[in-house]
């Protein structure tokens, strides 16, 4: 088992693997939890080539018992989470009257809640040795966008749940922090998925003295 474990939760093509990368190249071995195993198998091989340990697991996030177990099969396979990185969001588009609110509770289990639920596997193990937990957020946090309410409200949640965490789990030496991307991740260099998932690597490597909750990328 590897020392040092990043569970990257929301691995797609973009910005979670390129997290994965960042991460990997720094010595970690990683995690990587989506929904489907094929893609897993592809991202499994692209950091192969880089010379990354990593292992996918195939999970729905919504599934919230799924999920719990996911993180028990980490562990036992992979070793304690060091670093938990939670990458996934349900972007609906849909606007607040023709949201129904079935889908909005949907969207938040996706958005919200599947964040609590993995942060609350890894932080026991956490308390022990300290740790980073890092959460994607978005601008629609500081600026709603009626075409996308329902991301709005989950990107809001995610923002003030890492603030949340961010107060009470300092103290065991865990940083919590959350990325509020304001841009559409790959519409130019600036937004490159390898520019942002260095931010990841930047907050996780800053002395407790220094700790931020939040980095705003725009």
Not at 26 to 34: V, W
Not at 189 to 203: G, K, M, N, S
Request: with cysteine.
């Amino acid at each position: 088992m590897s020392e040092n474990i990043c569970a990257v939760v929301g691995v797609g093509s973009g910005l979670g693997l390129a997290i994965a990368e960042v991460f990997g190249r720094h010595g970690y071995s990683i995690a990587m939890l989506a929904r489907r195993p094929e893609a897993l198998t592809e991202y499994e091989k692209t950091l192969q080539s880089a010379n990354i340990q990593s292992r996918g697991f195939s999970v729905d996030v919504a599934d919230t018992t799924s999920l719990v177990n996911t993180f028990n099969q980490i562990e036992q396979t992979m070793g304690a989470v060091n670093v938990l990185i939670y990458n996934t969001a349900a972007p609906r588009q849909s606007k607040g009257m023709t949201t129904t609110a079935m889908e909005l509770i949907q969207d938040f289990q996706v958005n919200v809640v599947g964040a609590l639920t993995s942060v609350q596997q890894v932080v026991p193990q956490m308390k022990a040795r300290g740790g980073t937990i890092l959460l994607t957020g978005g601008g629609f946090a500081l600026s709603p966008y009626p075409d996308f309410t329902s991301l709005s409200i989950g990107k809001a949640g995610i923002r003030s749940l890492a603030l949340s965490l961010a107060q009470e789990l300092r103290g065991d030496n865990i940083h919590v922090a959350t990325v509020t991307v304001c841009g559409t991740i790959g519409q130019d260099e600036h937004f490159a998925p390898d520019a942002i998932a260095q931010v990841y690597w930047d907050l996780h490597s800053q002395e407790q003295a220094a700790w931020q909750q939040e980095y705003v990328y725009k």
